[in-house]
């Protein structure tokens, strides 16, 4: 690797009182990307961008920004900026002011401060703005406040706490692409924490998924919806069908897994996980990867199961089916309209067929950490 | 007839006749014996009484005016109210950002402490401050001079008037956005920037409601003030009150006058100036 991490977080573990937010967590922030913390509320994502922010200080472990130990260094001396979760833009300042105030308070000359509040502003297209209170703003622009007064300090790294989680759905779309657009623009790495997958999905070129304060995976998007590292994240990431699993065996080459709801499934040896024990192990299915039919399907290989069909949720080029199983369990399957057609014709009830590939199977542990 | 018989709704019980009536009956009783106090201010009545208007007449201002007495006693009301309102503001303040932001061991045993003085009875108050100046030998010797001689009433006013200005200033701390002092300090700003640019801003009406609140139970005060002056030491209140035991003459109405559009002009000052930064933010 010849790329060296911005930022580098080493065995942060934090306390408050007996709670654990943060258990030995570990992450490196590379040059110029944007790099998502995801997870449920209360996983520790806003401890850690705080951490990293200096606002707060770990417990155990350092951070290091271009390999220099800077976790004794107090948030007003760090190179780092934050944007946060209700924006904090000053009240009592204009627009301008509010961007200039990062500089005024670092002594810059008040032409330089200007100029760099003219240009900030103009990045987030909000000149016309300049002497609006804060109160005459709607959110979405207070948020753009927000992104001008932590970029016009030219940060090394910028963290957004839940930029999106408080703007409406088309609001948020538009804001996606305009921060992505905007990281590309000015270059710095960008930290975000999200809640919402979807959002981190979409933007980040890294991912970093917590559960209960611990790590459980970093990988790209498309690393983490193709190769989850146990049951919750491929749960969180997506959707997904998990089955538990009751018995595991081997078979030169070929694992049979036992599940109360799809039945035995034959797999290749390199999916399963080492060993034969089943405890603690899940089959998961992306629901992408099942088609339904109304009759038995002709197939070479695969899984095969009958149930009856529930509710479809029409989501415009496709739809979610729901297909109720005799042990009572239920399988979504994501089908596109046109396959989608005929089902929707039959009776709730109806019988129908879901069929995978083998090759779509992932046998994980329901919790790596 | 049938139409305004009917049940009226939420927005419309202004319109109730009893509602008015009861509205009027509330403003009469209000302001009617201000207004009655400020009209026979001008009555020319010779002798004490004061009830039977005379004719108009200037002359109970101008003799107001010339009683050096009542100028001297308001003229230390002014002094007191302004030393006082000062020291209250600045410990109310204080307090104010100690209970908001800090925790600390035995936190309600203090704040309870703070706010006793709101609700102890006044006469009690006047009483043990006289006792424990009087037992510290802190009373003012005769001779001393202006304005050291008010010392004892401002500290008793600075008692129990800083209470008053740390609850308001407190009810205020209460909406502050702790992620903008976050910001700032993310920004680069230091422990006093953050206070001189983020906190004091957001704090300022509560200490300006404050300090008129100060002001105003200073300035009006009888009670305590009656128990801790001296007789060198008079403040209008208690000049007031010992003019009335000769007789009510319209020259205390005329100095009341005074005192009462100087505390008009003050409130509608600070509310006009509460209101501007209200729309300007």
Redesign the interface.
């Given at each position: 690797m010849t790329v060296k991490p911005i930022i580098s977080v080493q065995n942060v573990t934090k306390r408050f009182g007996r709670f654990t937010a943060l258990d030995n967590v570990s992450i490196d922030v590379m040059p110029g990307e944007i790099f998502a913390i995801l997870g449920p509320s209360g996983c520790g994502k806003s401890t850690l961008l705080r951490i990293i922010?200096?606002?707060e200080a770990p417990t155990e472990g350092c951070i290091l920004l271009d390999d220099a130990d800077i976790t004794a260094m107090?948030?007003?001396?760090r190179p780092?900026?934050?944007v946060?979760?209700?924006y904090?833009?000053?009240?009592?300042m204009s627009v301008a002011k509010n961007v200039a105030?990062?500089l005024k308070?670092?002594r810059m000359p008040r032409s330089q401060i200007d100029q760099a509040v003219a240009q900030a502003l103009a990045q987030v297209h909000l000149t016309e703005f300049r002497d609006r209170?804060p109160?005459q703003l709607s959110g979405g622009q207070r948020q753009r406040v927000?992104l001008a007064?932590?970029l016009v300090?030219r940060p090394r790294v910028l963290l957004l706490d839940e930029p999106l989680s408080a703007l409406d759905a088309k609001l948020r779309d538009a804001m996606r692409l305009e921060l992505v657009h905007l990281q590309e623009q000015v270059g710095v790495s960008f930290v975000i924490v999200t809640h919402d997958q979807s959002e981190a999905m979409a933007i980040a070129d890294r991912i970093a998924v917590l559960n209960d304060g611990r790590l459980c995976q970093v990988d790209s998007p498309e690393g983490l919806y193709q190769r989850p590292v146990d049951g919750f994240v491929a749960d969180f990431i997506g959707r997904i069908n998990l089955f538990e699993i009751k018995a595991l065996k081997r078979d030169s080459g070929k694992v049979i897994v036992s599940s109360t709801e799809a039945g035995d499934v034959v797999i290749a040896a390199s999916q399963a996980p080492d060993g034969i024990a089943a405890d603690g192990l899940v089959m998961a299915i992306r629901p992408e990867k099942i088609t339904v039919s109304l009759t038995a399907p002709i197939t070479d290989g695969g899984t095969v199961v009958q149930g009856t069909l529930g509710d479809i949720a029409f989501q415009g080029e496709s739809s979610i089916v729901e297909i109720n199983l005799p042990c009572g369990a239920a399988l979504s399957a994501f089908l596109h309209d046109s396959d989608c057609a005929p089902l929707r014709q039959a009776a709730a009830g109806a019988n129908v067929w879901c069929h995978w590939n083998s090759g779509d199977v992932l046998v994980l542990a329901r919790s790596a950490v | 007839m049938h139409k305004s018989r009917e049940k009226p709704e939420p927005f419309h019980y202004h319109r109730k006749l009893s509602l008015q009536l009861f509205f009027i009956a509330t403003i009469v009783f209000l302001y009617l014996p201000i207004i009655v106090l400020v009209i026979f201010s001008f009555n020319d009545s010779r002798r004490g009484g004061n009830i039977i208007w005379r004719g108009f007449t200037f002359d109970y201002y101008e003799k107001a005016l010339n009683n050096a007495g009542l100028i001297e006693a308001f003229a230390n009301s002014i002094t007191i109210a302004v030393i006082s309102t000062i020291f209250s503001v600045i410990l109310g303040a204080l307090t104010a950002v100690l209970l908001w932001r800090f925790r600390f061991s035995f936190k309600p045993l203090f704040e309870g402490m703070v706010s006793l003085p709101i609700v102890i009875p006044e006469i009690c108050m006047g009483v043990s401050l006289a006792v424990f100046f009087g037992y510290f030998g802190l009373w003012a010797p005769p001779g001393t001079p202006w304005p050291f001689n008010l010392a004892n009433i401002i500290i008793a006013h600075i008692t129990f008037s800083f209470p008053f200005a740390a609850m308001v200033i407190r009810t205020r701390l209460a909406t502050f956005n702790r992620e903008t002092e976050e910001a700032a300090k993310d920004l680069g700003a230091t422990e006093f920037e953050v206070f001189r640019d983020i906190l004091l801003p957001h704090m300022k009406p509560g200490l300006i409601a404050g300090a008129l609140l100060a002001f105003t139970l200073s300035l009006d005060d009888f009670v305590v003030t009656f128990f801790t002056s001296a007789p060198n030491a008079v403040t209008f209140p208690v000049k007031v009150y010992s003019m009335v035991r000769f007789s009510v003459t319209p020259e205390i109405n005329a100095a009341s006058t005074v005192l009462i559009i100087l505390t008009v002009i003050l409130t509608a000052f600070a509310m006009r100036f509460q209101s501007f930064r209200e729309t300007s933010k």
């Open positions: 922010a200096g606002l107090p948030a007003n001396k780092i900026n934050m946060f979760q209700s904090a833009v000053f009240p009592q105030y990062g308070v670092q209170m109160n927000a007064r932590a300090k | -």
